[in-house]
């Protein structure tokens, strides 16, 4: 394995073992807190702001129970950021192949 190989391993190493600090490091230093979104807290604050609101839309389907929700929101996820990643991808392979054809 070549220097450039081995000091790129070391750099994606790091970078690895830095996002799984970042990730996890929250969840020991708060355990047994409450995680909640966004949209808890934005109905707190509207009901806490005025009472008597009355939500204008309803939505067209709720989901049968919160693991269903968490799936389709994963799903959603992983959807986006594989066409992203797709993207991505397809523009530089295409910025590569301009550059040999030069």
């Known amino acids: 394995m070549s220097a450039a190989t081995k000091n790129l391993a070391l750099k994606n190493s790091i970078l690895v073992l830095v996002v799984v600090i970042l990730t996890v490091l929250p969840l020991v230093i708060q355990s047994g807190a409450e995680f909640g979104g966004a949209d808890g807290q934005a109905k707190q604050v509207i009901t806490e702001t005025n009472p008597n609101y009355q939500p204008w839309f309803q939505s067209v389907w709720e989901p049968p129970s919160g693991e269903i929700?968490?799936?389709?929101?994963?799903?959603?996820?992983?959807?986006?950021?594989?066409?992203?990643?797709?993207?991505?991808?397809?523009?530089?392979?295409?910025?590569?192949?301009?550059?040999?054809?030069?």
């Open 69 to 102: 929700e968490s799936l389709l929101f994963a799903l959603q996820a992983a959807l986006g950021s594989g066409f992203v990643g797709y993207y991505l991808g397809y523009v530089r392979g295409r910025k590569k192949q301009q550059e040999q054809d030069d």
